[in-house]
DNA sequence: CCTAGAATGTTATAATGTAACAATTAAAAT
DNA sequence: ATTTTAATTGTTACATTATAACATTCTAGG
């Protein structure tokens, strides 16, 4: 995401946020900002990294509570094989997302299959489960990379 | 698993690795009987404490590579959310898993849902994708636990 | 037996994540 | 406006998960 989309995803995720009653905080909004511009998923310490000021990064926790807020809004997501994070281009309406991760190049792409929704309701249904999270991330080798 | 289907179950194993030409040692047969035995995954860690022998427990790398071995010939599979792993009741035909994880009491039940299974196929095909690990990790409550 | 490759042992350390408490800041209530 | 409450941030220390690198031992095949 470049400078241009990522004012106008701030924008946006600030009204968001503001109907939410949540607060998006300069630190929060920095972590933010990071994660929508980086084309990889970002680990917590590279996003430390990226806070550095002068010579000085924040201490852990300080990322990972930042990270536990954008995920509960709904504004980034985790990819649990990777402990890593992504931005959620869609965050108005909530969902969980459906990972294509490549092992190669590193790219990821969520997707937003039906398909599969629909599959996730019938496990859901036929076993009485009441489904909270789904992990979906699915590795392999991206079109690009199989070249 | 019991005992008794335990014995069973290593039996089918261990014809399963000669038939790969894999060597199921004491060790790696240590770690599967541990994770196959319990009811609940286990972490390396957890493992390793599993592995003591008179106040010594091995080294990190022993369990790691058993369980590098074990998932390498589909004796077990590893939950990503939960940094864990657990038995497969089924090696004798690969397959990745699909996870009902309870939150609440622990509990994982694997699936096998042949919708989804088409669902992931058609994802990687609309996507061009080589889909080569699904992560399917699904946590939320367990029927008991909804009670 | 000998030897090459596989498996295991050992040490050290990297990478990821959290608990607990203190200090500060922002929001709500008086 | 001031107080007071709750949310946020800072800080220290440590817990948990995982791997690199190299030494040693074992085992299957020649």
Request: aromatic residues 4%; neutral net charge.
């Given at each position: 995401?470049?400078?241009?989309?990522?004012?106008?995803?701030?924008?946006?995720?600030?009204?968001?946020?503001?109907?939410?009653?949540?607060?998006?905080?300069?630190?929060?909004?920095?972590?933010?900002?990071?994660?929508?511009?980086?084309k990889k998923p970002l680990t917590a310490y590279?996003?430390?990294?990226?806070?550095?000021?002068?010579?000085?990064?924040?201490?852990?926790?300080?990322?990972?509570?930042?990270?536990?807020?954008?995920?509960?809004?709904?504004?980034?997501?985790?990819?649990?094989?990777?402990?890593?994070?992504?931005?959620?281009?869609?965050?108005?309406?909530?969902?969980?997302?459906?990972?294509?991760?490549?092992?190669?190049?590193?790219?990821?792409n969520e997707v937003c299959n039906h398909e599969?929704?629909?599959?996730?309701?019938?496990?859901e249904k036929n076993q009485g489960f009441n489904?909270?999270?789904?992990?979906?991330?699915?590795?392999?080798?991206?079109?690009?990379?199989?070249?």
């Open positions: 995401m470049n400078q241009k989309e990522l004012t106008q995803h701030l924008k946006q995720v600030k009204t968001l946020c503001t109907s939410q009653g949540a607060r998006l905080t300069p630190q929060r909004e920095q972590v933010l900002s990071l994660i929508m511009r980086s590279e996003l430390l990294e990226g806070m550095r000021q002068e010579d000085k990064t924040p201490a852990p926790p300080t990322v990972y509570r930042a990270l536990e807020f954008l995920q509960e809004q709904g504004l980034i997501h985790k990819l649990e094989s990777l402990h890593a994070f992504v931005g959620c281009n869609h965050p108005e309406h909530p969902h969980a997302g459906q990972f294509l991760i490549c092992t190669d190049c590193g790219e990821v599969l929704d629909k599959s996730l309701n019938a496990v489904l909270q999270r789904p992990v979906i991330e699915l590795l392999g080798r991206c079109a690009s990379c199989q070249k």
